[in-house]
T-cell receptor
Framework: DAKTTQPNSMESNEEEPVHLPCNHS???????IHWYRQLPSQGPEYVIH???SNVNNRMASLAIAEDRKSSTLILHRATLRDAAVYYC???????????????FGQGTILTVHP | NAGVTQTPKFRVLKTGQSMTLLCAQD?????MYWYRQDPGMGLRLIHY???????AKGEVPDGYNVSRLKKQNFLLGLESAAPSQTSVYFC?????????????FGNGTRLTVT
């Protein structure tokens, strides 16, 4: 599986935008970029995914570099509830022998200050 | 819909005891997974299943067994618990063959082996 690199931690103030970076220089053409987050004492939850184009949903936006070697998860207005560990994960389009498995790194711990 | 439900939520075992963790999903998902998470680390895959009656080893399968007798249930067994198996266990499920289909996680079982 291609590897991703994320900062260990980031901090933000409430109501401000947050940009969480992810590097994936060895990404293949068939890899989707997925983001999950894990709130304290909960299981991971899906945030957003993309392949080549930027994506928006009710939770966040995903900006993907033109060469796809990096991406940024954008939380437009951070709230205290957004404090979590954010994981950037690559997932093969075809599924193939990966059978949908996700390989988690250590993620980025986001702290939101009131 | 309940999504993915894990039972029990908490358990304390003594070394050498056995137990079974139950994961149930009501989304008709083919693929199911068991992960473990140790403090300060990302999730690691123990075993997974791509359909009823099938199971396969993940990254850290030693000391665990699994069964998928019904599509909606995935059981994780510890035959002889060891302190190294103290962890939080997460179950997840997803649709097959689609890398854009997110994984749905339960809220975990917190296991302590003394």
């Amino acid at each position: 599986d291609a590897k991703t690199t994320q900062p260990n931690s980031m901090e933000s103030n409430e109501e401000e935008p947050v940009h969480l970076p992810c590097n994936h220089s060895t990404i293949s053409g068939t890899d989707y970029i997925h983001w999950y987050r894990q709130l304290p004492s909960q299981g991971p939850e899906y945030v957003i995914h993309g392949l080549t184009s930027n994506v928006n949903n009710r939770m966040a936006s995903l900006a993907i570099a033109e060469d796809r070697k990096s991406s940024t998860l954008i939380l437009h207005r951070a709230t205290l509830r957004d404090a979590a560990v954010y994981y950037c994960i690559l997932r093969d389009v075809a599924g193939g022998t990966s059978y949908g498995k996700l390989t988690f790194g250590q993620g980025t711990i986001l702290t939101v200050h009131p | 819909n309940a999504g993915v439900t894990q039972t029990p939520k908490f358990r304390v075992l003594k070394t050498g005891q056995s137990m079974t963790l139950l994961c149930a999903q009501d989304m008709n998902h083919e693929y199911m997974y068991w992960y473990r998470q140790d403090p300060g680390m990302g999730l690691r895959l123990i075993h997974y299943s791509v359909g009823e009656g099938t199971t396969a080893k993940g990254e850290v399968p030693d000391g665990y067994n699994v069964s998928r007798l019904k599509k909606q249930n995935f059981l994780l067994g510890l035959e002889s618990a060891a302190p190294s198996q103290t962890s939080v266990y997460f179950c997840a499920s997803t649709l097959p063959g689609r890398a854009d289909s997110p994984l749905h996680f339960g809220n975990g079982t917190r296991l302590t082996v003394t």
